[in-house]
């Protein structure tokens, strides 16, 4: 499906607004936030998912005339003790309202 470059809504700059998540192929930017390497508890390796947990997505303005980021938040297990973990959003990125 080609990306729709018309504006639509929003006042440029303003991303406070929930959207419907953007399909994959419309996303300029895959970002994957994965847990931990090792357990806290027992130090074993921590098995993370395949498929993400959450999906995170900006809609930022910084380049002509539209940048989508999703961030991907997978989450794991302790491969020993089952101890579940979770990838956390880097401090850069804009939290959703
Ligand atoms: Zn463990």
Redesign the pocket.
């Known amino acids: 499906m080609p990306r729709s470059r018309n504006k639509v809504g929003a006042q440029p700059g303003h991303t406070g607004h929930k959207r419907p998540l953007a399909e994959l192929s419309d996303t300029d930017k895959i970002i994957e936030c994965k847990p931990q390497a ?7 390796h ?1 098995n993370v998912n395949e498929q993400c947990s959450r999906r995170h997505q900006v809609f930022d303005l910084p380049k002509v005339p539209l940048e989508i980021i999703e961030y991907q938040i997978f989450h794991g ?7 579940t973990y979770k990838g956390e959003l880097p401090e850069s990125a804009p939290k959703a309202k």
């Open positions: 090792c357990c806290s508890a027992c130090h074993h921590i297990h302790c491969e020993y003790c089952n101890a």
